[in-house]
């Protein structure tokens, strides 16, 4: 519950940036990108959809996506991105508890915009 509470709130930090942050919306301007960030167990998640400076999202840990941000539990998601750091997640990913599905290039695109916004 904490992490889809989470991912919605980033949802909507998303959405505003692209409407009122012009960084961000240079940044994301021509870019079309499906990013979700879930659970191993696929029972929490969120889908980021960037369409060429539109940002929406769904609910949900079934979507097809470009990459996806896979946490081995919805507890330490919360906590690691709650840190917000990148040794956080860093030290996630080398305990096995994240791991990366499709191409890691769009997931870093993805934490480069998410810093244009926090």
Do not use: P
Not at 94 to 113: H, K, P, R
């Amino acid at each position: 519950m904490r992490l889809s509470l989470l991912l919605f709130i980033l949802s909507l930090k998303l959405r505003d940036a692209a409407l009122r942050n012009r960084a961000f919306k240079n940044y994301i301007g021509t870019v079309r990108l499906n990013i979700l960030i879930r659970t191993k167990d696929g029972k929490s998640g969120r889908l980021f959809v960037f369409d060429k400076g539109a940002v929406s999202s769904v609910k949900g840990a079934g979507h097809a996506c470009d990459a996806a941000l896979v946490w081995s539990d919805s507890g330490t998601a919360f906590r690691v991105m709650l840190k917000g750091t990148d040794e956080a997640s860093f030290q996630a990913a080398a305990a096995g508890m994240l791991t990366v599905e499709g191409m890691s290039y769009y997931i870093q695109w993805f934490n480069d915009a998410v810093k244009l916004v926090m």
